[in-house]
Each structure stands twice: as structure tokens, then as C-alpha cells.
């Protein structure tokens, strides 16, 4: 079964990149929300971390802040 991915970010943060490239290149598909133009999204980007820091990524329900190679393999069940 896939993974429901969502990474909150903006256009400019390199680990927002990083992380997406990540996705790309092991096949995961995500929805992505930059929250530099989308309020709503920014809000519930605090919602479920608590904090502005991008990126926010929200695996299953399974928030993580911040671009974490093995966290992400981990909680995709990548390794």
C-alpha cells in the first residue's frame, strides 16, 4: 500500500529540495504545499508540528521536521 505523503515547504529552502529529490528518485509520490503563498496550508503546517520550520513532512499521520534521510527510509519502509 502507498504512503500518503505531504511536505509542506517554500521554493527556496534547500532541504525542502533535497527531500523532494529524495521522493523522486525512490518512486514516492507526494502532495506538496508551499506555504510561502497558501496560508491555509501554512496553518496546518503549525497545526501538526508546532513550529515555521520547513521542511514539515507528513508521512501516514507520522510528522517530521526537517529533511532526515533515514527517518524518511524508515517510515516509507525504504530499508
Known sequence: MANKV????TPTCV????AK???KK??????EHNVAEDDA???EMVQKS??????VI????E???GFNRSELERALGLK
Open 26 to 31: 525512490n518512486n514516492v509520490q507526494y502532495t
Open 6 to 9: 505531504i511536505i509542506y515547504s
Open 15 to 18: 532541504y525542502c529540495k533535497m
Open 41 to 43: 496550508a501554512r496553518e
Open 50 to 55: 508546532h513550529q515555521l520550520g520547513v521542511p
Open 63 to 65: 510528522v517530521h521536521v
Open 21 to 23: 529529490e529524495f521522493f
Open 58 to 61: 507528513d508521512i501516514d499521520g
